[in-house]
């Protein structure tokens, strides 16, 4: 009757009215990441970077328009298919709020495209971005969300029907700790490696390694900060929007658990990764200094480490996984170092060791009873929590497989296009700066009027 | 019944709620004009242009509080008429929830007023901008969108019974290219006109054109940059909000839409006027240069020509708005220099020359199924889709009476202004800037602390 | 029946999301506080300012979790009590979209913690700052908002029955002109009395008071304003927020009003503060300038004076709490100075005095109608309503209340400190700047790249 058709139009318009504003907020991360890796780089790549990251979300667009979104999610069916196969250039749209769903995934395909941006910055080539970002939003990052967000992906644990499924379950990344941060992190991995480092960084003129490497100083640490904060407002757009609608009691559930457990695991993640830093830094040089990356690093280690389980653990956990991805960025950053591979941000850390931890945590701490308010209908639980490994299995299978294909597909992808002298400039353009060989020029102008002007006025 | 006495309740909650969620976008956009002009200024006047747009917003406030609302909106009924007559000072209002919509309304009022800021930039005295945008948010843009957006307007499509009306229908403009961008955007070349170009901008001190125009560098890419992430999220709000409700299926659809098409056009002029720039500069130098002003403004662009059509296009059509708009603003742009007309921002290639494309282009695409959805009960469509041609003469006459109305009131009124010696700053004043000369000193002090006291410390 | 309950589940989904939406303006104020206090600062002092405004945020979530939630909210009952005593942990949460709720009461802790963090800038000891924002917000605010907000406080007026109750009423404090703001405002007071002025601020290097107090340049005004804009955008989650729920009639027409009168005050704040300076200095000098600085803290005071009655009171009466907010703030600002009480960035005059006149504003104009709906069933109303004068004693007394519990609290507690040598840095730290030397070097690095390498490139 009119009132249930009414109550039928209510519930399309809230549900709607959700992706928007989450979609809204995803989007602004791009402005998070935009200022972050601004400010992480030095004065002479401010430009490059920042168009780097527009340019990101322009391909994003046209990528995830054109055929990314089809591959990812287009005619979705329960058969099992490796990538979607209908909706190419948005067509055959039968409801048109659906378009709000391709906002809100157009927004995570960007976020995935855009972790690279800063991990190869200040010596990667546009062109070379251009291409791998248009790649990576158009085919890599589509197949891995068919993977585990299609109903027709092999690992999905929203198919109607378990009987021949992935140990009858399927994987819990609920946001994408590992179909969006390890997706982008994975293939910065690979960048960082095949790019190789920024001079000077690990390597004196004549190619012998420093004996202490050297660090680049960030050009503006207001800039982090406000990006920091940027995309840590955005998360909540990216993980309470992954309840996708809102209309129902459980939805509700859902969406508030992910704002209070994504904000324990920003703040637990901040504290310990700084601290610790400090602790470690004190027992060498006597003195307590504290240092702001830490602080912003640690904050979105655990921003991505709990992506993947804030629907389905407790508060509690949320602190631990937090608390843990502090540490995690903090090791591998040093791993890293030690390993002489150069991110320019420290998005490798961030986004591939930490998302990897999101996903692997959720084996351990996986609350049954917030699975099934979460819509999880599996046979298995975290291991804290009487699992039987079942789940826990499919966690490290999700994590081998989103490695394994990025790994696949993105290495030759990058080795061919270092072999074709698309992958990285030459060294006098990186010693003067990618904004004044390619960009016409520095990104500040910060001189004041002329002297004798201002005495003139003054009299 | 009770049952729909408390979905009465929902929806009005919900539809409010969607008001103030996309008011409040609308307004962030307030902070993404004033990065994005202080980006764009040279060092000396960024005080000056931040405050103008800061006294905007409370302007635009205060104006639309007082009468703009009023002569806008006011006491709405379908006789015809020029302006509003009720509800000054926010009076007999009826439903506290219509507060909202005022909200709303506001935010798009200040947004039009805050246009014009950038393009006068660097020369026009602070008194002479309150003047205006006091007269702009308070009469000159409400009698637009009283023409356009309000049922008794003698161009509305929102009007019950169309049998007396323009060719039997209005115009579709359903965000607002032509009653926000273009009312700002001609405000803004009229302006410019009479003010006159900048200092050394197009002439050298003896008053003779020089041969190449002098190019003033911005001072900040990263506030550019940062300025238009801003606009572009807050653009989320300004069209997918301009369906004004949310809690039907064909509201949602329509919110939806507008979401995919405001991101799609936005890419894609992003790309063209960049790429585009890229492509004619490489023919002249020979060397390959990405300009970060082009992608920017590229972007801006292609957001102001879908902002008429966004509920009332497919994305293809989308595609193709953004790209021309790409090539509109980047032709708009050299025009404007080969007229000597200086636009600090290029304000007027943005807001106006895209205003006026994204009006005319809803002749041509728009999908009559598209214009059912969207509340449009009208007799024709786009020319592209068999539309008999009423639509489009409908479209045009949008445009000519946008500026013919603008031109009429604002151009004896900035003639007035400059006869008075209101309305630019003196030589020495403008050479000096504006931040010292009117804000008592230099918008930044970077110096750092006493190097002899670093060195004690050190010890 | 069936169409109940999921209408049951559309209202709490709808009233979830608005909390999750408010919430998220809300936290985004804390990139607000960050970007103008650092703004605010001298450049040696960025990094650490920004910090505490980082770890504030994080420090708010870990002490709202743990205890700060359970003794403002925590196991609520009508029963009158001093504070909380259920929930700590988050624990024994029965439906999980009151994390909702605790997300969103998080956001307003860590505002009031946060709104110290400028005053006591560029002399105060990070252990410090993390052992006071900890205890604010764990202990000193809950309290507050227990005794106002909780339905067994003292002052509360969200009681169901108030036979034994306070003058038979409780305070009107929609937002937390009190609660928030003056709570973290008399803390800033305090510090900035126990701690002492910056050295140089009011007395030369022996001592002696200067004739005139030096004032300290702000490093960027871009970020103050840049901080403002994002402030008066979080405000719309801020005070609409306060209704808690949007799923009806009566609330929906509370968030709307809410918005309307943020807006108004906050535009008339902003004018009256700057133009009344203008004026002021116009009379000593001769000539006219606009100071930004009046410009922003006018429209934060006009908004902090609003919080309190947002919902109660008429635009028109907004108009004039703003109008007088903003002289509030001028002489407020200007009787520190005298009082050589030195507030780094002025939020004493903005949160302490508006918040208080905002506290008090309701006394006058709260309107019964509007009180009604705003679910205040109380048996007075503002003055100018023709109220009993009882409503204006609960106000009076809520603002006694507050600054007598943070004044006894607080300031043995930063005395403490003082006697510990845990509150302020040495002297030759503070000369040097605490990002030298606490944060590990300066928070700018703008040189460009090598002349040489640039001449080369040219070649």
């Known amino acids: 009757d009119a009132t249930v058709s009414v109550q039928g139009g209510i519930i399309t318009g809230v549900d709607t009215f959700f992706l928007l ?4 907020l995803v989007f602004m991360m791009q402005s998070g990441f935009a200022m972050l890796c601004a400010g992480s780089v030095r004065q002479k790549n401010v430009k490059n ?3 780097k990251n527009l340019l990101d979300a322009c391909g994003g667009a046209l990528g995830f328009y054109t055929i990314g979104f089809a591959f990812a999610y287009g005619g979705q069916v329960d058969d099992k298919s490796f990538i979607g196969t209908g909706n190419f250039f948005l067509t055959d749209i039968t409801e048109n709020q659906e378009y709000a769903g391709w906002f809100f995934q157009f927004a995570f395909a960007a976020t995935a495209a855009t972790i690279v941006a800063g991990t190869v910055a200040e010596r990667c080539k546009m062109s070379a971005y251009l291409c791998y970002s248009v790649f990576l939003t158009g085919f890599v990052y589509p197949v891995i969300a068919h993977s585990i967000w299609a109903t027709g992906g092999f690992l999905t644990a929203f198919r109607t029907g378990y009987d021949d499924h992935f140990r009858g379950m399927g994987v819990i990344d609920f946001a994408g700790s590992g179909v969006v941060h390890m997706t982008g992190g994975t293939t910065a991995l690979i960048a960082a490696v095949v790019l190789g480092p920024r001079r000077g960084r690990f390597y ?13 100083q960030a050009h503006s640490v207001a800039l982090q900060i406000l990006g920091t904060f940027i995309l840590w407002f955005g998360w909540y757009g ?20 992910c704002a209070a457990t994504t904000t324990i695991a920003a703040a637990t993640g901040c504290v310990t990764a700084m601290f610790t830093d400090t602790i470690i830094d004190m027992m060498a040089t006597g003195e307590a200094s504290y240092d702001l990356t830490m ?22 956990a949320a602190l631990i996984i937090g608390m843990i991805g502090g540490w995690v960025y903090l090791g591998f950053s040093k791993l890293l170092i030690k390993l002489r591979i150069d991110d320019a941000v420290d998005a490798v850390p961030v ?4 998302g990897m931890w999101g996903v692997i945590a959720v084996g351990f701490f996986s609350d049954p009873k917030l699975q099934a308010i979460a819509g999880y209908n599996i046979t298995s639980s975290g291991l804290f929590y009487g699992g039987n490994g079942d789940l826990f299995i499919c966690q490290i299978v999700a994590v081998a497989w989103i490695v394994a294909w990025v790994t696949v597909v993105m290495t030759p992808f990058f080795f061919l296009l270092k072999l074709a002298g698309m992958f990285r ?6 010693e003067v700066g990618l904004d004044i060989s390619h960009h016409r020029g520095a990104a500040y102008d910060l001189t004041g009027p002329n002297k004798d002007d201002v005495e003139e006025l003054m009299e």
């Open 21 to 24: 504003f989450a979609g809204a």
């Open 351 to 354: 986004h591939f060791a930490n």
């Open 425 to 430: 400039v030459d060294p006098l353009e990186e």
């Open 49 to 51: 970077i920042m168009l």
């Open 295 to 316: 602080a912003m690093n640690g904050a979105l280690g655990g921003l991505v480490a709990i992506t993947a389980g804030c629907s389905v653990v407790q508060p509690y």
């Open 204 to 216: 004196d003129e004549d190619g012998n390694p420093l004996e202490t490497p050297h660090q680049f």
């Open 238 to 257: 990216f993980n309470p929007g992954s309840a996708l609608v809102i209309s129902s009691e459980g939805s509700a559930q859902v969406a508030a658990l």
